[in-house]
Antibody, heavy 119, light 108 residues
């Protein structure tokens, strides 16, 4: 059974940094691209970032302006999101999601990690 | 980048059929996916591609598309279908992903 479990969320001051992790199990992690998606309190889903199977391709939402970095460890089966220069508007639940094959879709999601940016 | 537009709210009588739509330029090139999200839960994939349901998803959920509009149809809505529904696809560049703003479905 596919499992995605996020960790690393918490309370951080504006300008601070946080690193989210997503532990993957139940499938061959290295065979799948991955995404991060976030959701501000009471708001809709917002795509954050994508990483290909071998990390050769990474993409980010334009709104992030280079503050976030996605990475993965295909040996330990982890996905990461390094978040720097955090702002209040980055507050929300961050989900990792697996990218299924063709046609592309997000077929499995973790339960999410809450990030709160506040002084 | 591109945007996907959804109606903010839709209601349906119990047992009736409802259609939730999603419009965007990218949908003329890429299939939409539909996700159901209930309060306090992670999104759940409902339909994707050319009307493909994940294993275990009831067949009352179906998807369709025409031009730059994708639709999710629930035939015989149940009380448990009350949730937020989001559409999603690649954007026009193919490198980014985009979500619609979500549709809150109320089952009356």
């Amino acid at each position: 059974e596919v499992h995605l479990v996020e960790s690393g969320g918490g309370l951080v001051k504006p300008g601070g940094s946080l690193r989210l992790s997503c532990a993957a199990s139940g499938f061959t992690f290295s065979d799948y691209s991955m995404n991060w998606v976030r959701q501000a309190p009471g708001k809709g889903l917002e795509w954050v970032s994508y990483i290909s199977t071998s990390s050769s391709h990474t993409y980010y939402a334009d709104s992030l302006k280079g503050r976030f970095t996605i990475s993965r460890d295909n040996v330990k089966n982890f996905l990461f999101l390094q978040m720097n220069s955090l702002r209040a508007e980055d507050t929300g639940v961050y989900y990792c999601a697996r990218v299924a094959g063709l046609p592309s879709t997000l077929d499995y999601w973790g339960q999410g990690a809450l990030v709160t940016v506040s002084s | 980048s591109s945007e996907l537009t959804q109606d903010p709210a839709v209601s349906v009588a119990l047992g009736q059929t409802v259609r939730i739509t999603c419009q965007g330029d990218s949908l003329s090139s890429y299939y939409a996916s539909w996700y159901q999200q209930k309060p306090g839960q992670a999104p759940l994939l409902v339909v994707y591609g050319k009307n493909i349901r994940p294993s275990g998803m009831p067949d009352r959920f179906s998807g369709s598309s025409s031009g730059n509009t994708a639709s999710l149809t629930i035939t015989g809505a149940l009380a448990e279908d009350e949730a937020d529904y989001y559409c999603n696809s690649r954007d026009t560049s193919g490198n980014h992903w985009v979500f619609g703003g979500g549709t809150k479905l109320t089952v009356l």
